[in-house]
């Protein structure tokens, strides 16, 4: 059954996929750029040389993280306007988009001890890892709290489609 759901135009739908694009290839840059930016860090501060390895390994994996999301939610535009949105697999892309959210707050968590066991950074670098990190679980149980009303809407119309 074909109902005639309201979808959003296509320019809207385009312009999302044409940013999200561009996030993407900016976030592939920055993967490019981040070693030799960290080793430029590295020899300005040979203090804390030691940290060059570790905390490139987890901005690169911030990165990855990122880059994933943004496909997922691209995939998820994409279903919004095939009106496709209401069906199972559409919750897996929310649950990775939840996964890569809970995966960032632990790769902040690393990064904290990171920084503090190197004795490195100021109390103000503790206080903005402290608020990325209450952010990220914000937008997590946020995308959960709408994932809920997904998996309603998909029963709603599995019921629906049963009476029809």
């Known amino acids: 059954m074909d109902l005639d759901l309201p979808r959003p135009a296509l320019g809207l739908v385009i312009t999302t996929q044409v940013f999200l694009g561009i996030l993407f290839v900016v976030g592939l840059a920055a993967i ?42 691209a995939l998820l535009v994409h279903r919004i306007y095939a009106g496709t949105m209401l069906t ?31 004795q490195a950074g100021n109390p103000f670098l503790g206080i903005v890892q402290a608020v990325a990190c209450l952010t990220v679980v914000a937008l997590a149980c946020i995308t959960l709290v709408l994932r809920s009303l997904l998996r309603g809407a998909i029963v709603m119309r599995a019921e629906l489609d049963d009476v029809v």
């Open 88 to 118: 199972r697999t559409s919750l897996l892309w929310v649950d990775v988009i939840v996964a890569t959210l809970f995966c960032a707050v632990v790769l902040d968590i690393v990064g904290v001890v990171a920084i503090s066991n190197a």
């Open 32 to 73: 490019a750029l981040l070693p030799g930016f960290s080793s430029r860090v590295a020899m300005s501060l040979p203090e804390y040389a030691e940290l060059r390895d570790p905390l490139l390994a987890i901005a690169i994996s911030v990165t990855i993280l990122g880059l994933i999301a943004l496909a997922m939610v």
